[in-house]
Nanobody, 116 residues
Framework: QMRLVESGGGLVLAGGSLRLSCAAS????????MGWYRQAPGKERELVAR???????NYVDSVKGRFTISRDNAKNTVSLQMNSLKLEDTAVYYC??????????WGQGTQVTVSS
């Protein structure tokens, strides 16, 4: 089993920045993808950004140019730098790791609240 622990959420004013981090522990071999999803109240969980073990990234259109995902394969961590935050970025953010291209693991979620 793999465990994912997120940190870095909180309350920020619109236009501000936050950095989320996620550390994987336990059975951590062959993690192909790591990423961040979010779920706002009344909405479905959506992919925000993800990164392969080789460093290829993709982002949901709404965060392109504002968010940057990075990964440290040696430390089994993934981070999400969020700049120019908007009210609509308010959500619970979940770290995700996909192992062997088969198994998905999730963190417990961290709240990000953007206020005006």
């Amino acid at each position: 089993q793999m465990r994912l622990v997120e940190s870095g959420g909180g309350l920020v004013l619109a236009g501000g920045s936050l950095r989320l981090s996620c550390a994987a522990s336990g059975n951590i071999f062959r993690i192909n993808l790591m990423g961040w999803y979010r779920q706002a109240p009344g909405k479905e969980r959506e992919l925000v950004a993800r990164i392969t073990s080789g460093g290829s990234t993709n982002y949901v259109d709404s965060v392109k140019g504002r968010f940057t995902i990075s990964r440290d394969n040696a430390k089994n961590t993934v981070s999400l730098q969020m700049n120019s935050l908007k009210l609509e970025d308010t959500a619970v953010y979940y770290c995700n790791a996909r192992q062997l291209n088969l198994y998905d693991y999730w963190g417990q979620g961290t709240q990000v609240t953007v206020s005006s």
